[in-house]
């Protein structure tokens, strides 16, 4: 019960051992032996990216359903209460929780009383055999109804033509008598006597009754804190908690906290996706947000609390869902009706199949949650019209939201910059303009924010000129936009020459400049722009070897040796 809070909706167990190792408080020489056990029975599987259990031990439903499952009880979990209770009144519990726990049964299941010990009444493979004795198996329904935890109905089974009465075992029918005094009560009920010794004689005709026993429903159940401990695990790869990126005030509560803006996103994408796909979209992309931003999530908590979500969301997991919508639409240009007519969808990244349902789901995840710039792509995915025509025979709904959720975000830009501002631009010419014009100019590394230059945009729209207008400003912030990714690639260029280059002395910097001239000032506002990282990683590269060989001559030129340490400093803090 307590990996159950740490289970995820594909049933991967978000925690590590150690964890729970600590709250579950046994010692080390039983708890290891009990997990290769459970791994070892198949309740507990081992794969490449970690632990999973199965569905022989946990499977969740709503409740109004009839399969069987086990509540997270904070009870089951309380290891300082369970401690108070032998072992196999524990097992007897949990044995009594998997049989008798469908909600529609009240929570309540009849067995033969010589069912639920040792006896030569007992058939094999039926019931639980742990007690040994009827004594055991009352002592213990008396411990767990005095606890709260168990109420016993025992009655004659119906075809005995014994007497109709019942005996109950409930908190309140004994609070007022002592453990022995209902034993003997209970044993006297059953039909037995004491021998003339003290000994109990036999009594076959205990096989004649039956007991009703209903689990009481606890008060509270754990929450379950996989996704809170899924971040947290990610998060510790780096050395990093939760607790101090994400507190405020020196305290960390959940309520309100950035970390659900993660979580809901997950919890959303799962609701329209489904499980099987989601989750792993998700970590794939959680994964290389913490790789390349775990350094900076304190100062986005500190300047926006929503930043680091934001971030996550348009850089992270929305260019996986594209990629994802891309491969599927290229299939659906390849094989036409045929992809429709097929129940599932393959995905080959992640090897698994997705219903059509869980396709129309990614659609509307990325027109609910993405930006103007993403929708147009997603959009332009369909432009090819046979695509287009199947999409809108198959999934016209999918892509008319895509489309109304594009015409949405123009109109509410076209409701701050030009309504409030009231320039006369009417609405279809704003939207070609920021699609044929504004979106062009933009890429990933430009610092230029998209509204900040529909903003100059609709300043510079003017009358008769305001075609001549608005190139000149797109031609503007284009040269803007090709400064900005010259000083990226500089930058880039310089960390990894400090990274893999040892040949750092007082000439670095001028032959860092020679450099630049020549690799940089040579290419193209448009190709700077539409430079992909493949051909960034080409450029750094020539840029490594350029350097080397520019200051390989100019040591030997000067006769200066590389290893000479008083020719070594920062030559970086002369650059800024």
């Given at each position: 019960m307590c990996v159950s809070r740490y289970v995820d909706v594909d049933f991967k167990i978000q925690t590590s051992w150690d964890n729970i190792y600590q709250q579950v408080g046994i010692r080390s020489d039983l708890f290891v032996p009990a997990l290769k056990n459970l791994i070892s029975l198949g309740f507990i599987v081992k794969k490449h990216d970690g632990y999973y259990v199965t569905e022989k031990s946990h499977v969740l439903i709503s409740k109004g359903t009839d399969t069987l499952f086990i509540p997270n009880f904070k009870?089951?979990?309380?290891?300082?209460?369970?401690?108070?209770?032998?072992?196999?009144?524990?097992?007897?519990?949990?044995?009594?929780?998997?049989?008798?726990?469908?909600?529609?049964?009240?929570?309540?299941?009849?067995?033969?009383?010589?069912?639920?010990?040792?006896?030569?009444?007992?058939?094999?493979?039926?019931?639980?055999?742990?007690?040994?004795?009827?004594?055991?198996?009352?002592?213990?329904?008396?411990?767990?109804?005095?606890?709260?935890?168990?109420?016993?109905?025992?009655?004659?089974?119906?075809?005995?033509?014994?007497?109709?009465?019942?005996?109950?075992?409930?908190?309140?029918?004994?609070?007022?008598?002592?453990?022995?005094?209902?034993?003997?009560?209970?044993?006297?009920?059953?039909?037995y006597t004491y021998t003339e010794d003290g000994r109990l004689g036999k009594n076959p005709g205990v096989n004649k009754y039956k007991i009703t026993l209903k689990v009481c429903e606890f008060n509270s159940t754990n929450n379950n804190i996989s996704n809170l401990a899924e971040f947290e695990k990610e998060l510790s790869i780096y050395s990093l908690s939760i607790e101090n990126i994400f507190s405020h005030e020196d305290i960390f509560k959940l309520d309100d906290n950035a970390i659900n803006l993660f979580i809901n996103l997950k919890k959303n994408l799962i609701s329209l996706v489904g499980p099987t796909i989601s989750v792993k979209i998700y970590r794939d992309a959680l994964r290389y947000f913490l790789s390349e931003k775990h350094n900076h999530l304190y100062a986005y908590n500190v300047t926006r609390v929503e930043k680091a979500g934001s971030i996550f969301k348009k850089y992270y997991l929305m260019p996986y869902l594209k990629q994802t919508t891309k491969q599927i639409i290229e299939r659906i240009r390849l094989e036409s009706d045929f992809f429709f007519e097929n129940e599932d969808i393959k995905v080959a990244e992640y090897n698994t199949l997705i219903s059509h349902e869980n396709f129309k789901g990614i659609l509307k995840f990325i027109g609910d949650h993405?930006?103007?710039?993403?929708?147009?792509?997603?959009?332009?995915?369909?432009?090819?019209?046979?695509?287009h025509s199947l999409i809108s025979e198959y999934y016209p709904s999918a892509l008319s939201g895509l489309e109304n959720n594009m015409?949405?975000?123009?109109?509410?830009?076209?409701?701050?910059?030009?309504?409030?501002?009231?320039?006369?631009?009417?609405?279809?010419?704003?939207?070609?303009?920021?699609?044929?014009?504004?979106?062009?100019?933009?890429?990933?590394?430009?610092?230029?924010?998209?509204?900040?230059?529909?903003?100059?945009?609709?300043?510079?729209?003017?009358?008769?000129?305001?075609?001549?207008s608005i190139k000149q400003e797109t031609e503007k912030y284009h040269y803007s936009i090709a400064a900005l990714h010259k000083t990226y690639i500089r930058s880039q260029i310089e960390y990894v020459l400090k990274g893999e280059t040892a040949m750092y002395n007082n000439y670095a910097p001028a032959v860092l400049q020679e450099v630049y001239e020549s690799i940089l000032e040579s290419k193209s506002v448009e190709t700077l722009v539409n430079l992909t990282n493949e051909q960034q990683q080409l450029l750094i590269k020539q840029a490594k070897t350029l350097f080397e060989i520019k200051i390989r001559a100019l040591i030997q030129v000067k006769n200066i040796q590389t290893n000479n340490s008083n020719l070594f400093y920062n030559w970086l803090v002369e650059r800024d």
């Open positions: 009870l089951l979990s309380d290891y300082k209460f369970l401690k108070t209770l032998k072992p196999k009144m524990i097992n007897f519990l949990y044995f009594l929780l998997g049989k008798s726990i469908s909600p529609k049964a009240n929570y309540t299941r009849t067995y033969d009383v010589c069912s639920l010990y040792k006896n030569h009444y007992q058939k094999d493979n039926v019931g639980f055999d742990l007690f040994k004795t009827l004594k055991g198996l009352l002592t213990a329904i008396i411990v767990l109804a005095r606890k709260g935890l168990l109420e016993a109905t025992f009655l004659p089974k119906s075809n005995t033509g014994l007497k109709d009465s019942y005996f109950f075992v409930n908190i309140n029918d004994i609070k007022n008598l002592d453990d022995e005094e209902v034993m003997n009560r209970l044993l006297s009920y059953l039909g993405a930006d103007i710039i993403t929708l147009k792509e997603t959009l332009d995915m369909f432009n090819e019209p046979k695509v015409n949405e975000k123009i109109y509410n830009l076209y409701a701050k910059y030009v309504i409030e501002n009231n320039v006369k631009m009417d609405i279809q010419t704003f939207k070609n303009n920021v699609i044929e014009n504004v979106m062009p100019v933009l890429e990933s590394h430009a610092k230029v924010t998209f509204e900040a230059l529909i903003s100059q945009f609709v300043e510079s729209y003017d009358g008769a000129l305001k075609h001549d």
